[in-house]
């Protein structure tokens, strides 16, 4: 009986499990609408009764999964702290947690539900191919970040002491500085604030040419480590 529920709940190419991961991502997506059209102001009450009837369904569904798949792993601890064991559990918390509690009231509880989405990237062999090129590439990736963090300060003590006594107020410290340093660096430059000095500007332009290099590092990385994962995946 395990063996043929495993068979079933896991991806495996066989026509029980090709329907019940189908199934799966319908109610996903019913539920994702069913969530936005929620937001829709002045719902009649008959309304809100079907989108409560089609949340609870789900849940009982998604609740389903999740005990199944607990019961068919060989490591019921390891699958329960996975990646996508932590996803499906936070897919049904919030209606646990808000029972007898009205949902609108908890925004936190709601934003939780955004969550069921991520089960999807279970089922879609792109997003496999992604999460295996980023595990491929983390040391580049994280010593990225830790490059970038650098950067990112470096360019908020920059400008703190280049424009900190003509603008006291946009960069009164360098901890208001990392706003600046932030949009510069990647490229987003939102013009809330900027420098006004000659040599804040100059510093500007040198910060940009870097931003334009940070921008683009990380999408070589990561094609990279795309490409290496699909070929691997067609030797085998």
């Known amino acids: 009986m395990k063996q043929y529920l495993k ?3 896991e991806i495996n190419d066989n026509r029980s499990s090709r329907v019940f991961a189908y199934c ?24 809100k009764k079907i989108l409560r009837a089609i949340e609870i369904f789900c849940v009982v569904v998604f609740t389903i999964e999740y005990l199944l798949r607990i019961y068919v792993a060989d490591n019921k601890g390891r699958f329960i702290f996975s990646f996508y064991g932590i996803i ?3 897919a049904i918390l919030p209606f646990y947690l808000s029972l007898g509690i009205d949902l609108r009231s908890l925004r936190a509880l709601r934003f939780l539900r955004l969550f069921r989405k991520l089960k999807l990237m279970r089922y879609n ?21 830790i490059v970038t963090l650098i950067l990112i300060y470096f360019s908020a003590v920059g400008i703190y002491y280049f424009e900190h006594e003509v603008q006291p107020d946009n960069f009164s410290s360098i901890f208001d500085s990392l706003w600046w340093a932030i949009i510069t660096l990647t490229t987003v430059g939102y013009g809330d604030v900027y420098p006004i000095t ?12 870097i931003g334009l290099g940070i921008v683009a590092i990380p999408t070589g990385i990561i094609s990279s480590a795309l490409t290496k994962s699909v070929d691997k995946k067609d030797t085998n």
């Open 24 to 47: 799966i991502q319908a109610l996903i997506f019913i539920s994702i609408v069913s969530f936005s059209y929620e937001t829709v102001p002045d719902l009649k009450p008959l309304t």
């Open 88 to 90: 499906d559990f936070l």
């Open 125 to 145: 062999r792109a997003i496999k191919h992604f999460t295996k090129a980023i595990s491929m590439a983390k040391e580049e990736i994280l010593l990225f970040l």
């Open 198 to 209: 000659a040599g804040g500007k100059v510093f500007t332009f040198f910060i940009l040419m």
């Open 7 to 9: 068979n079933i709940v």
